[in-house]
């Protein structure tokens, strides 16, 4: 009988390490939880504490006892580059805000208001991703995330010897996306500056002796800050909308 407990706890204990090896590195990856001010040591017991939550659940889609140790290496690196993966493409969309937010602060000359007193990244960047990690949080973006991890155990990802091209084909359409809409996220930016770039074009070639940078620097400051005020709520709506199409691209063309 005692025999019987110790193999059920042995194999309990296996069904949470497996699930642990795939959720590890995705968690350490995803927004949110993945940020530097976040202790691993509250990445790791997240992880540990959702392994568990979910390993009966996902039981039927794991191996029912460890790997020989000829195998093991190869499920290890296999579990944690998927989990890698999964983690990137969670990552992916706050990757889409940042790209958004460089494009913006480009036009805007706005690139490095706060030089080297933050993470080197755009002003506009910084806000648009921090209203975006309140988001992930406030909505159901955090659940999706999370579900996404899990429905991985749900498809048939390839093997180790075939997982190299699948990997590299769904990154390449991954990168692809996130600059293509990240410029469409900017396009409102980016059509206005270009009418006022042409305006100033012209007034300075009809007036070279009139200073149009007095006029135009803070003319473009304090317009761009009023124009993100205005319409950040819409740009971050249709964010949350290619958030969920990036989550979703993992599990494309595998059903």
């Not at 059920?8 to 940020?35: H, K, M």
């Not at 993966?85 to 990552?91: E, K």
């Not at 208001?113 to 960047?125: C, K």
Request: aromatic share 12%; proline share 5%.
């Amino acid at each position: 009988m005692i025999e019987g407990v110790y193999s059920e706890i042995a194999a309990q204990f296996w069904l949470v390490a497996a699930v642990f090896l795939r959720l590890l590195p995705a968690i350490s990856l995803a927004p949110g939880y993945g940020e530097s001010f976040v202790s691993a040591r509250v990445r790791l017991v997240v992880t540990l504490l959702l392994s568990v939550a979910v390993a009966p659940i996902l039981e039927p889609y794991l191996p029912s006892e460890a790997p020989n140790p000829a195998d093991i290496l190869a499920f290890v690196l296999k579990e944690t580059v998927i989990g890698f993966f999964l983690g990137l493409v969670a990552r992916s969309i706050i990757f889409l805000l940042e790209m958004a937010g460089a494009v913006i602060s480009q036009y805007v000359s706005l690139a490095q208001m706060l030089g080297n007193a933050t993470e080197p990244m755009p002003v506009i960047s910084h806000i648009i991703t921090t209203a975006g990690l309140a988001i992930i949080f406030a909505t159901s973006l955090s659940d999706q995330i999370i579900y996404g991890f899990v429905a991985s155990y749900f498809v048939d990802i390839p093997g180790l010897a075939d997982l190299t091209g699948y990997l590299g084909a769904k990154v390449s359409a991954l990168g692809n996306y996130i600059f293509n809409e990240g410029v469409v996220l900017a396009a409102g930016f980016a059509s206005l500056m270009f009418v006022y770039y042409l305006c100033i074009g012209f007034i300075n070639k009809a007036m070279p002796q009139f200073m149009v940078s007095f006029i135009g620097i803070p003319f473009v400051a304090l317009f761009s800050i009023y124009f993100l005020h205005e319409h950040a709520e819409l740009m971050l709506t249709v964010w949350q909308e290619k958030a969920l199409t990036i989550l979703k691209m993992p599990f494309e063309s595998l059903q």
